[in-house]
């Protein structure tokens, strides 16, 4: 099966790109989403209060998702520690998942940090929503309803946008320059052609390796 990672920095419009991928039939697997209900796991939420404290438990016991992503978005050690836990996870989750779409011709999994992670290399091809940080500051402040300050505190520790487009294989411009529907378009139809080739090689060579 052909993985494809679709990332981009905060508000770059990967959701949104991700979205227009899923009306072309394309399985897409959204890892922040997915990522959350290993809270609810017993063993993930344990690791998660012995590294941030029983200060992120709501009245019902529960992990406050608000309280641990403020902790994150401030601190990026703790960000990596979280990130220790729940990717490994999400890894094994998303290949299960992706074992499970057989009949697409590959799969998205749309997650806001590949690059900083080390992970590209779990994907065949990387997709990269690129847009100008003031674009994307106005655009989560209208989305999220929140002031500048608090989009800029959650994008102090993001790598460049320019350093991502650079290391991706495929970058879709979302800043208003281009339209984004016929990039998406471009896009499908390249992987469309790698999945044919794909299939092709392993049915003539069932040894082959699968990508
Ligand atoms: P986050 O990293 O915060 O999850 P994201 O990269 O997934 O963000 P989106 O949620 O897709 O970004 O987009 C951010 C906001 O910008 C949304 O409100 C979305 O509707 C809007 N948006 C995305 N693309 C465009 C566009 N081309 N024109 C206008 N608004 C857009």
Redesign the pocket.
């Known amino acids: 099966m052909v993985k494809v990672g679709l990332t981009?920095?905060?508000?770059?419009?990967?959701?949104?790109?991700a979205r227009i991928f899923a009306t072309l039939g394309i399985p897409v697997y959204y890892a922040?989403d997915e990522s959350k209900k290993f809270l609810d796991d017993p063993v993930v939420k344990n690791e998660i209060l012995k590294q941030f404290g029983y200060g992120i438990l709501t009245n019902n016991q529960e992990i406050n998702r608000r309280s641990l992503a403020s902790i994150v978005f401030t601190d990026p050690f703790a960000l990596e520690i979280l990130n220790s836990i729940l990717h490994p996870r999400v890894k094994v989750d998303f290949g299960k998942w992706a074992d499970e779409q057989a009949n697409a011709p590959y799969v998205i999994q749309?997650a806001?940090i590949i690059f900083e992670t080390g992970s590209a290399a779990d994907y065949n091809f990387i997709i990269h929503?690129s847009c100008a940080k003031e674009i994307?500051i106005d655009?989560?402040m209208?989305?999220d309803r929140i002031d500048a300050n608090s989009v800029l505190r959650r994008m102090q520790f993001q790598m460049e946008d320019a350093e991502k487009s650079a290391l991706a294989g495929f970058v879709i411009r979302?800043d208003?320059s281009e339209l984004?529907i016929p990039q998406v378009l471009d896009i499908h139809r390249k992987l469309l052609d790698i999945s044919i080739k794909t299939r092709n090689l392993h049915q003539n060579n069932p040894l082959s390796d699968e990508m």
Do not use: M
């Not at 981009?8 to 790109?17: A, E, Q």
């Open positions: 981009g920095n905060i508000g770059s419009g990967k959701t949104t790109v922040d749309e806001a929503t994307a655009r989560v209208r989305r979302n208003g984004v």
